[in-house]
DNA sequence: AGCTGATCATAT
DNA sequence: ATATGATCAGCT
């Protein structure tokens, strides 16, 4: 039965317990302990297991510039993943700014908004009806050293075509880990930047995305450590 | 099968 | 149009 959508989780502690609550249920489980209905697929509800986490956790809802508990700093990203529990598309981090601003690593959105991420692996195989997948185990994320320092990498590289007017020249084979793509209602959408001669120009709006294979990477390994346990391969 | 470019829904 | 949440679908 319907119980009322659960309120922000007071602290870590209590957010991890709620996660761990969650992992091996069946989303038309979860969904329906909280009244929901679950479509029949996702090609039109896209967002609908990120909004189901969401409110099975009590993350602050809305479409406010914040973390999803702003309270603990937490970032919350579902993970489609494979049968083998590998991801299986990319995860989008944050938009590109497209008007100059600062070049600066550290205050830049993606760090912020990678800093601590609470993934949360969801069963994507096609073929598999949406009310049957199942969650997985969440994992609490703080990048290390290395995968900070690939991010930067990736994130200045791009940031510095941006900054020159060169955003025609990206596409989405740039960057190791981080790459940027279109970010839009569809490919007639527009905004503003700032062309190589300084002029505004019009273009496709951009957003940052982490590439499968580097989720990959940060659950396996990650996992590894949580588990003391091998990884299947 | 993996990846890139395009797209879907909702709220403000 | 912007933010939030992402996945779709065609091409290599």
Redesign the pocket.
Known sequence: MAAPPPAPPADMDELLARAHGLAGRPLAEVAAGLGLATPA???????????L??TALG?S????????FPRLGV??????V?ARG?P?????V??V??QGAGFDWAAS?VRR?LQCVLW?P?Q?E?GLALGERRLGMPLLWRPDAQEEALLRRDWEELMDLVCAGRLDE?????GEVL??????????????TVSGEGTTVRT??R?F?L???FTRRIIERHYVVATAGAPRD
């Open positions: 697929d996702t090609r039109r509800e896209k967002g609908w297991i990120g909004q986490l969401e993350a809802a809305g479409s406010a510039a914040l973390p999803d970032e919350l990203k579902t993970l489609p494979d590998r299986r598309e990319s995860t989008y944050c938009t700014p497209l959105w908004k949360f969801v994507s096609t990206i596409s989405a084979r740039h790459q940027i793509r279109p970010k839009a209602a569809d490919s007639r959408a527009l905004t503003d496709l709006p957003g995305y590439r499968a294979s």
